[in-house]
Structures are given as C-alpha cells and as structure tokens.
C-alpha cells in the first residue's frame, strides 16, 4: 500500500475517531477524567476544539480528494491541514509531558480523552508527514499559530471581563492564573510559541517523509 493510500486511511480513521470522541463525550455521564465536564461544556477545552477542527478539516479533505486530487497541494488545503495537525500535536505534547506527569495517564487517557488526547493527534501528525504536499512556506508555520493565539486570547479576555471565579468551575480551568495575570501571560505566550514549534517540526518531518514516489 502506498503513503498516498495510507494517508487516505488515516484521514477516514480521524473522521470516524473524531465522531466517536464526541459521541463519548456527550453522552457518556461517567467520569472521564482530568479536564472533562458534562456535555457541550466540554467545548471550552482547548482538546476539544482543536480535535473537532481536525476532524472537520479531515471531512474537508475528504472531499476535496473526491472532486480533484490536484486540489490536495493547495496552499489553502495544505495550511489547513498543518494548523490543525499543529493543534492537536500541541495538546498531544502537552498531555503525555506535562498535564501526564501532574496528574498521572489514568486520569487524561479515559472516555472522550483516549481519542483527544492520543489516539486522534498520533493518527493525525503521522498522516500530515507522510503526505506529499510539496514544499511547504515557513509562513505556513507562523499561520498554524493563529488557532492557539485565537483561543488563548478569548481565554484571557474571559478571566479580565469575568474574574478567574472558583476552581474548578470558574473561568480559569487550566489554572494558568495561580501565580498571576504576569506569569498568565508569559504562560500564553510560551504555548504559542510551542504551537508554532510544532508547526516547525511537522514541516520538517514533512520534508523528510512525504516524498511520494508513487
């Protein structure tokens, strides 16, 4: 099977996890874990929303590798495709370095979060290396950071209009703001930063891997 046939079944794979996932998370009433609610509230997590803008841009790709295959390469397509990959990698690296070790696998890879968390993100970086987009702009990079500086920005708009409000149900669920609005902000910025780190390393893995010879 070639890498363009593997990548085609992997995009399947993300739609088909990402419906799952949200299946699970909507109506699974049991305990799911650290970082989960109960319903729709679960959209205010950074997971949640970059799993499902990933899943969309699968659907998306789908549908574009139907009407004309020559559409795949396109700048809109492929930057699509890295700052979705780029979010959900970035949640990926985040939950198995940091959140993993703080608040231990158990709690972040059970329900709705074993798709959101790892299964989703690895099937989605692996997929982006592997196919052929050509030579991908270092701007595309720079652009896959907008998502996570986006929702950063409402994150902290929220906590200066409403209050940080009392853990855990108030606005500051990531309890960024523990130690001050200061080291919140220098937070923020660290997390973009990393977005668009990881951005970097997906065009680089993508330059070395996604080479189709078929």
């Known amino acids: 099977m070639n890498r363009n046939k593997i990548?085609?079944?992997?995009?399947?794979?993300i739609i088909i996890l990402?419906?799952?996932?949200?299946?699970?998370m909507l109506y699974n009433n049991s305990d799911q874990g650290v970082f989960s609610t109960q319903g729709f509230a679960n959209l205010k997590y950074y997971t949640v929303l970059s799993n499902l803008f990933?899943?969309?841009v699968?659907?998306?790709y789908g549908v574009v590798s139907l009407v004309s295959k020559d559409n795949l390469k396109s700048s809109?397509?492929?930057?699509?495709k890295l700052m979705a990959v780029s979010c959900v990698g970035l949640t990926f690296i985040q939950i198995a370095g940091f959140f993993g070790p703080l608040y231990g696998y158990s709690e972040l890879y059970k329900g709705s979060n074993l798709y959101?968390?790892?299964i989703i993100p690895i099937l989605a970086m692996v997929e982006f290396v592997i196919i052929d987009f050509g030579r991908i702009p270092f701007v595309d990079t720079v652009i896959s950071a907008i998502p996570t500086f986006m929702y950063g920005f409402v994150?902290?708009?929220?906590i200066l209009i409403n209050g940080i409000g009392e853990w855990p149900d108030g606005?500051?669920?990531?309890?960024?703001?523990?130690?001050g609005l200061g080291v919140g902000l220098v937070i923020y910025a660290g997390i973009v930063l990393a977005s668009f780190a990881m951005a970097c390393a997906l065009r680089g893995l993508n330059r070395l891997l996604g080479r189709s010879k078929s």
């Open 7 to 13: 990548a085609a079944l992997l995009n399947i794979l």
């Open 18 to 24: 990402t419906l799952i996932g949200l299946f699970v």
């Open 54 to 56: 990933c899943g969309a």
């Open 58 to 60: 699968a659907v998306i």
């Open 76 to 80: 809109l397509m492929r930057r699509l």
């Open 116 to 118: 959101f968390h790892l």
């Open 155 to 158: 994150y902290l708009v929220n």
């Open 171 to 179: 606005n500051d669920w990531y309890g960024f703001m523990n130690w």
